[in-house]
């Protein structure tokens, strides 16, 4: 398990910019535009998920089922127990396809500014469609530190182009069809086959259907900031799925980085 994670002197900096956030949105009068007042939170999009899905009655897992899930959370803990690339690393750089089929490379975006590079499951995870939404929101905050918003999804470019249509995410969606950048930012990991019956039985989920014939692999949800240098200036991956950066501390990441 591995968390949000910046130097030390950007600690103090997240807290201020995520204050500002939760005090712009307890007052919903201030006439004042700034950044932190469309920052979204992903933690109150998730605990309203969450209770919509208790209302609800969410997906009905067997105990049977319950116990393979907590089995299968406990050996990918166990498998990459620090999972991503650590603070200080050299983002490695690659070149994969957008929504589109256009090739897009991390260094071309670098050389522009700082990059906000996520890695999520794929469309049919709520989870990470509550995250994509959230900094579809704070994407215009991003760019006013001359940042480019980047997601990396296993899945199919045209499970991605179905998704940019849909949602009218103005960000690029990277398809990893050979899983050598999730690879490389130490995020894979195969699907346990009695999970993935879970998934086809319970949710009518086949993930070959999203990211083609055989390939059972995701990554761990990860977010990396890079500058333009390459380097990995704030990191966070988490093992439990549920878990995401907050959009505020993105920015403070962003607003910390040294000027150009």
Known sequence: MHHWTLPSSLLTLSLIVTGAAAMSRADPAASDPSPSESIPSYRAALEAFQAEQAK???????????????????????TLPEPGLAVGQEAPDFTLRNAFGEPVRLHDLL?????????????????????????????PAIERQGAALVAVTPQ????????????????????DVDDSVMQAYNLAFEVPADLSEIYQKVLSLDLADY?????????????????????????FADVDYRRRVEPADILAALEALPTP
């Open 56 to 78: 609800t009655g969410g997906a009905r897992f067997s105990a049977q089922d319950r116990a393979v899930m907590e089995r299968a959370a406990r050996d990918l803990a166990a």
């Open 111 to 139: 050389a522009e500014g700082p990059v906000v590079l996520t890695f999520y499951r794929g469309a049919w995870c709520p989870y990470c469609n509550l995250q994509l939404h959230g900094l579809q929101q704070a994407l």
């Open 156 to 175: 199919q470019p045209d499970r991605s182009r179905a998704q940019v249509e849909e949602d009218g995410y103005p960000f690029e969606i990277l398809s």
């Open 211 to 235: 990211n083609g014939d055989g390939r059972y692999v995701l990554p761990v949800p990860a977010t990396f900031v890079i500058d333009r240098a390459g380097i990995i200036r704030a990191a």
